[in-house]
């Protein structure tokens, strides 16, 4: 077995999340060798999931986290939950067909729901507010916004999304930037950071053993036995699941050829007050950039406003002044609004936008590049993946034959590619 080289892409920045959770519990390090019947790597939404509903389920679990649970992208996102997959329905169906394409439709429905009951069943307090706004930047972009909104209640019975003219949408987001768009009340947003410590505690609490400051340092499957190393032991079991997203270094070379880690960056304003014009009805927004921007408030009134148009950052202060420039450019009166906290992070996509799992070795199964859309998916894959172990895989299949290929030039070269196809969309964006 060779040892794997983790590079932690550091995630520069004290997040507001971090700074609203209070004490965060701690769990200890992994000293010696341990053997289970499942080894997760990677303590984010995907892998405190899998541990929680296996460990209900009876399975001996261990999971270990290179960092402290919550540091990677699934403590440090936008909260957007979203509805369906990551590309839109009407997409999706041109792709694979309106039964495929609608089955995955409606499992992610389906995570939307479970994660909510999730967190109201263990009394996990997420902050959920109601609502989602997908505003057009461009005024060629509206009528396809008018014509997805009639498709979504007409031919996917989703009654929750509506179109907005110009007018409703500068009402509703507090800015005559965008030309219309779409209001979907059948989502929200959430404070992500407290869902990941309020299900790792459900995980412990149903006998997962959790370990942090753990890192693996590699992994192989050999004699029907799954060995997983890190610094100060060796965990052997029967399965793995490995769900790093971005943050996996060349731990295991097929996740890495498929899945890319991409920085994004967001800041939190002070509050805003109870009379600022700024989405008034708190819902969330995204826009139509390719290189999106997303915004909300937060149940205080302050603007968490995130985007990616941001390459080389070296601390938080840079982030600041990008950020407050993207801010102005939707809210002028803004210009000069203070910032408390600003943070990045990375987050993990794929070519196509949807998520990759894939077994890349025996009994062991990889998931992750969910490409912006893992608040809600990455949940509920661990929820699959738990329904795998114990023997019905066949939800977790409609991700598994997804095709996913991987991304052009190799290890040496696809950084540099996906930057300037980056810079072009961004460029494009503006035009």
């Known amino acids: 077995m060779t040892a794997a080289t983790y590079t932690s892409p550091i995630s520069p920045g004290y997040s507001w999340y971090e700074a609203t959770v209070g004490e965060r519990p701690e769990y200890p390090v992994l000293d010696g060798d341990v053997s289970a019947d499942v080894v997760i790597i990677g303590g984010g939404f995907t892998g405190l999931s899998a541990a929680t509903h296996l460990a209900k389920a009876g399975t001996n679990v261990v999971l270990i986290e290179a960092e402290r649970f919550g540091d990677g992208a699934s403590g440090r996102n936008g909260g957007q939950l979203g509805t369906g997959q990551r590309g839109s329905l009407d997409e999706l169906e041109a792709e694979l067909g309106w039964t495929r394409a609608k089955a995955l439709f409606d499992l992610a429905e389906e995570a939307k729901a479970h994660l909510l009951e999730f967190s109201e069943t263990n009394g996990i307090e997420i902050d959920f507010m109601p609502g989602q706004l997908s505003v057009a930047h461009k005024k060629r972009y509206v009528d396809d916004y008018r014509k997805y909104a009639d498709y979504m209640q007409e031919k996917a019975g989703y009654p929750h999304m509506t179109f907005m003219d110009a007018e409703e949408t500068a009402q509703r987001v507090g800015s005559r930037r965008y030309y219309g768009g779409t209001r979907d009340v059948g989502t929200g947003h959430i404070h992500p950071l407290k869902l990941v410590i309020g299900t ?54 097929e996740s890495a050829a498929h899945v890319m880690p991409i920085g994004s960056f967001i800041g939190a304003t002070v509050p805003l007050g109870s009379d600022s014009p700024v989405i008034p009805g708190g819902e969330s927004v995204d826009d139509s950039r390719f290189v999106v921007r997303y915004f909300r408030k937060s149940k205080d009134g302050r603007l968490l406003f995130g985007g990616r148009e941001i390459y080389t950052v070296d601390d938080p202060a840079d982030i600041s002044t990008h950020i407050r420039r993207q801010i102005a450019e939707v809210y002028p009166a803004l210009r000069d609004v203070e910032i408390t906290h600003s943070w990045g992070g990375f987050v993990g996509i794929t070519m196509p936008r949807k998520p990759f799992v894939r077994e890349v070795m025996p009994n062991v199964i990889s998931a992750g590049g969910y490409s912006g859309h893992g608040v809600m998916l990455s949940n509920f894959v661990g929820k699959l993946y738990a329904e795998t172990v114990a023997g019905n895989r066949d939800r977790l299949k409609l991700f598994e034959d997804l095709k996913i290929p991987p991304f052009p030039g190799g290890r040496r070269f696809r950084s540099p590619l996906l930057f300037l196809a980056l810079s072009w969309y961004a460029l494009r964006d503006r035009i």
């Open 200 to 253: 790792a505690r459900v995980a412990a609490a149903a006998g997962a053993k959790l370990y942090e400051k753990t890192r693996s340092t590699g992994i192989i499957s050999q004699g029907g036995k799954v060995r997983v190393t890190t610094p100060r032991g060796t965990i052997t079991a029967d399965k793995a699941l490995i769900a790093v997203n971005a943050y996996g270094g060349d731990l295991e070379p």
